[in-house]
């Protein structure tokens, strides 16, 4: 269908086309005017394309959209093809989107909410799954669904309405996956389950697109979408919105503009290849035999390293002499960690690393000496390793097809060049001098020609969407009993506290941390209690009954036989992060403590259903 869809995309109309779908548009100061022109010109020129390649359209999938918030030229006119009368409708789905006249995406949304619904549903009924198991469901199989083509009708500065509708989607899930009680805010849910709340989710979505969308080659015609959207984005007034400038608002243009250039061409397949050989190994003790051997069996070794200090990264290479002496170096500042990775370090140390062999074999040259054919150079980056051995569209790919066409460059002079994996701080001394050389190297400025990379710049944003989580969560007034034993929240580690938890310990855990329990206190307080007082007499509280409920003696002094110190802190008790003196709390004492607690809960009985 090239020859349907071969039309320029301007102001004035298009066309597009994904298997067999088809869609045109066109743009006029009214309905009749577009109707006029998809009559004459257009519906002739697709009814000879379906005649000359034996194609049909269907009548009945065929559909008319007038898009405009003026109500009088929405029902308006009429088309005809294949003999068969088209009137305008009230939505239009095109690939799994559903356009309404005034592009306000109620119909969409609700669709979205309506899948998500019945997946939710679905998920709730496995009755014997653990807490991360469901959220990896609700990850794999809930999440796509709300978050499909967000990018399209998602405004992240205004779109209150939809977002209402999206938390109750999130908020059913995380009740299941978490066994909470219904009253338990949904701020607090997000934060315990570790999971991002919705409109910061749709956030993170629209900033990484347009951030891969900004490493496209210039001449690529999204690019044309890209300025229009940012002459868009300063638009002071009550039109409609545009979600792509609305989104561009939220960002930093001149860290766009920074980025580096991602060819979406595949390489040719009758390339040569660069290197002799790219050797990584499956083990340290093996790597460092065949950096020893490398040694003897090389004319030339170079060891290439990156290091960071100070909020700064730097790269480096060096050569060494039989006697261990550096007769040769690189260093090159690569730049600040906010918008370089080590991964793009070792990549830039790497590619001096072949500058500096070029230079070592013009000296030879120069001096008349011995030059060298067989060189190895040494990197005890993987990562970068694997990078250059299938070079591709991805993220650092100017670096890496610099390294190959310095490589090809290197080896028609009559030097092969062979990659190898060396084990880092492995106290072999190429790679430490290397190692001191990059940290001498990691100092304020860039000494290179490359522009930050894309996985830096996703980065860079995941760490943004966190900060801005962090932040509306310690301004929340929700989830004070929270805040109270953990006050580190939002934290990865909730997700290991509760994952591998069995449903009904879960359901124990959730009340404990979350306040919203079966004790009087909360009884009272939501109307199926007449007072909030324990058997003992005291007020019961989760800290009354953890700490100080005299009927619940004997056990208490089982769990502080499991904990010991731990029971003096009732945020360390809880699976708070913080021990007293603002010492971190390990992963696996937290885990053991929490199991302790929940023992104690269980043995209890406190936290069972008492409603009459």
């Known amino acids: 269908n090239s020859d349907l ?34 009559q004459s010109e257009d519906i002739p020129r697709i009814e000879a394309w379906a005649r000359k390649t034996g194609s ?10 007038h898009i405009t918030r003026k109500r009088r030229e929405q029902c308006r006119g009429q088309i005809t093809i294949n003999s068969s009368v088209i009137t305008p409708s009230t939505t239009a789905k095109l690939l799994g989107v559903i356009f309404d006249h005034e592009l306000r995406w109620k119909e969409h949304v609700q669709q979205a909410v309506k899948r998500a619904t019945k997946v939710n549903v679905a998920i709730g009924g496995l009755r014997q799954l653990r807490p991360e198991q469901m959220r990896q469901l609700y990850e794999a199989c809930v999440t796509p669904v709300v978050q499909y083509a967000s990018t399209v009708w998602h405004d992240p500065l205004r779109d209150k309405t939809h977002l209402r509708q999206l938390r109750t989607v999130q908020r059913t899930a995380l009740i299941r996956i978490l066994s909470a009680f219904r009253t338990v805010a949904t701020s607090t849910l997000d934060v315990e389950a570790y999971i991002l709340p919705i409109h910061l989710r749709l956030r993170q979505r629209a900033q990484t697109t347009i951030t891969q969308l900004h490493t496209l080659p210039r001449k690529h015609p999204i690019r044309e979408v890209l300025l ?27 860290r766009l503009d920074d980025l580096e250039m991602i060819d979406p061409a595949p390489q040719p397949p009758w390339r040569t290849e660069a290197f002799s050989k790219i050797d990584i190994a499956t083990n340290r003790e093996i790597a460092m035999e065949q950096a020893e051997a490398a040694r003897s069996e090389s004319d030339l070794v170079v060891y290439s390293d990156a290091s960071g200090r100070q909020g700064h990264l730097g790269a480096a290479a060096a050569v060494l002499d039989d006697e261990s002496v550096t007769t040769g170096s690189l260093q090159i500042q690569v730049g600040p960690t906010d918008q370089w990775s080590v991964h793009a370090a070792e990549l830039i140390g790497i590619l001096y690393a072949i500058n500096l062999i070029n230079r070592i074999v013009l000296q030879q040259r ?36 610099a390294i190959h066409q310095a490589a090809k460059n290197t080896r028609t002079h009559g030097v092969t060049i062979r990659l190898q994996w060396v084990p880092g701080h492995s106290e072999i001394l190429g790679n430490d001098t290397a190692d001191r050389l990059a940290k001498e190297a990691a100092i ?33 007034r929700d989830g004070g009993h929270l805040r109270k034993i953990d006050n580190t929240l939002p934290a990865k580690y909730t997700r290991r506290l509760y994952g591998a938890l069995p449903r009904n310990r879960a359901y124990l855990l959730t009340q404990i941390r979350s306040g919203h329990c ?18 003992c007499g005291g007020r019961e509280s989760i800290i009354h009954v953890l700490l100080d409920c005299p009927l619940l003696r004997d056990l208490r002094r089982e769990l502080r036989a499991k904990v010991g110190d731990a029971l003096n802190s009732m945020s360390v008790l809880l699976g708070g992060s913080c021990q007293e003196g603002g010492s971190r709390v390990s992963n696996a004492s937290r885990t053991k403590t929490v199991e302790a607690v929940l023992d104690f809960a269980e043995a209890s009985q406190r936290f069972r259903s008492r409603v009459p």
């Open 5 to 38: 869809v071969d039309q320029p995309v301007n102001y004035h109309g298009g066309a597009s086309a994904f298997i067999d779908d088809y869609f045109r548009w066109r743009v006029g100061r009214s309905a009749e005017e577009n109707l006029a022109k998809l």
């Open 56 to 65: 049909s359209f269907a009548a009945e999938k065929t559909e008319l959209i």
């Open 228 to 254: 229009r959207a940012r002459r868009r984005r300063d638009n002071v007034g009550s039109h409609a919105r545009f979600p792509l400038a609305e989104a561009l608002k939220t960002m930093n243009l001149e």
């Open 366 to 401: 120069r001096a008349g000496q011995k030059r060298a054919r067989t060189v190895t150079i040494l990197s005890d980056s993987t990562s970068a390793l694997l990078a250059i051995q299938k070079p591709g569209s991805k993220s650092g790919q100017q670096i890496i097809y």
């Open 444 to 476: 304020p400025g860039k000494t290179h020609p490359f522009s930050p990379l894309l996985s830096r710049e996703r980065a860079y944003i995941r760490q943004g969407i966190l900060t801005q989580w962090e932040k509306e969560w310690k301004e929340s």
């Open 518 to 535: 079966w004790l009087s206190t909360y009884g009272k307080l939501f109307g199926f209690r007449d007072d909030d007082r324990c058997l």
